[in-house]
């Protein structure tokens, strides 16, 4: 299977007393593996609903959701932690790292999740933090790091277990615009490895980088744009 | 997740809230101090009885002279003699009139000053039967006891407490060797071994015996006049008792019986000794009300206890509760890394288990520390079993899993995108 996101007639429709709404409204996506992806439009107009059913973190109330060729559109609540331990990773606009923990340990909390010994796990997470740009500071905790440096910790925690899928809610929304480009770039790099990349943003300029830009407007794809030049064929 | 990590993972969270944890805590701590000093007081209560029991003699029944508090009317100014307590006819009533016996032993006493060659000391002349030994549980160390023969013959013998053994004859062979006492002499026939211990009024039987000289009764009622005089250290008193000491062994030892007995002597005491000029201690009854004792503090402490400790649940529920509530940020991560709704709990049930385990810890150490200081203050016999502190210790560990268990499933049936959007 090449195709990592397969999203068929995908509802997922919110009930407010009487009235019923469609954050996502018969919605179809394809993302073959490779793709990085940017997701634009509107506030209220379904991305994060989105984003939280690409997550396995919320379900479609109907319709299908294949990730990596499975369908996970019915599993219960521990097989969909389970997917999400081991086939995603997300990325947060506020980062969204636990503020006790120093970086190595953040980054090693989806490791503990999926059961891998602590010494390899400390052996990964150096490696990954290494990578990044943190390998000073690596038993430094959030609050003693940059808004840029948190935000890569929180990339090297998503890559942890090796995911399928990588997906990221306005990545640079919290950083100054030097800061940003450093992190898109980092994006790139990972795309350009072969990463499979969802982001959602409001910013045209991240929106460039990706391969495809889909536009959304109640819940439905309004418009779908392919950059010419590097079209996405991995 | 390992256990080893959850663990650790607790004993971090608790650790960067010191103060918050300690005083969420103190209830568990005096919880747990309050129920092992339930137990050591029990403990202590029933091995006391117990060790009163073994002396006495679960089948005997004590009767013993006591001094009335105010001089009986009668008696004349002048001749200063004060006349209470048993007599012979109440021997021989119990003898003959109370069913359900098999012995009724005299005991008289008469303190006298015992001399051997130079050695002089003060001690104590029991004029008792040969059954005496058998029921004051005496054991004899070297020789015999008084024999039915000496009884008959009302011969001049007589059989030591070890502590008179060891003043007068030094590490002499006392046996066949004479004692005086005034211008009579007694030859030794044995010494009994040392009981030791306290002497306790009512209750020692046994202690007492350390310092005594027993003859046999008839030889007593043969030397002695009525009339005992006491003129050791300095005061001069003169009593009139025919019998310090009834010592009855009923023929089973069981409640019943005992307290059957123990009703017969007591009509036969209210009929001869309207002056409450004699005690009686029943060895069995004294056990129930040490258990009376007992359950009188096991129902102070054990309501101290089960309040402190519900309380201190209650505590550690609502800390844990609030702790969820900030937290859940963090559970949403955690959840969204692929956290189970069973790592989520127990990560916060480890918690709340460690937080007790300390609170346990402490309440151990407050647990040595308040029986002792019961027994100090309030004389009460206490005593701290380690198995008593192993419990506490589960109890305090048991406290963490009941009230944990609810707020961990609180944190861990938050919805993972709600949590995430949480401030
Ligand atoms: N938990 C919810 N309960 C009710 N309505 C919701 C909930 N979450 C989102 N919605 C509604 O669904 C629609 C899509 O919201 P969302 O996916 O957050 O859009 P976006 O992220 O594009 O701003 C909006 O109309 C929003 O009000
Ligand atoms: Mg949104």
Redesign the pocket.
Known sequence: MSDVVRLTEARRT?R?GEEE?H?LDGLDLVVPRGEYLAIM????????????ILGCLDRLTSGSYELDGKDVSRLDDDRLSHERNRRLGFVFQSYNLIPHLTVLENIEVPMEYAGIRPGEARQRSTELATRLGLGGRLKHRPSELSGGQQQRVAIARALGNDPSLMLADEPTGNLDSATGIEILDLLDTLAAEGRTLIV?THDRKVAARAHRTIH?LD?KIAREDRRVAEAATP | MRPGRLLALAWKSIAEHKLRSLLTVSGVVFGVAAVVTMLAIGEGESQAAQEQIRRMGSNNLLLASVKPSEPESGTSANARVLSYGLLEKDLLRIQSTVPEIDLAVPRRDVPVDARVGTRRMRATVFGTSPQYESVANLEVAQGRFLSAADEESRLPVCVLGSEVAKRLFLNTDPLGRDLHVGDNAYRVIGVLSTRGEGTGGTAGLGGESDAAILIPWSTMRERYGSIIVDNRGGSRNREEVELHRITVRAARGDEATVGRVAGALRRLLAEGHPQEDVRLTVPLELLREARETRARWTLILGTIAGISLLVGGIGIMNIMLASVVERTREIGIRRALGAKRRHIVLQFLAETVVLCAIGGSLGMGLSILLPHVLTTVFGLQTIVDPWFLGLAFGIAAGIGLVFGIYPAMRAARLDP??ALRHA
Do not use: F, W
Request: without cysteine; aromatic residues 4%; glycine residues 20%.
């Open positions: 919110y407010m709404v954050a439009g509107q506030s209220g107009s379904g991305k994060s609903t989105l984003l939280n959602v959304m819940g | 995108v709600e």
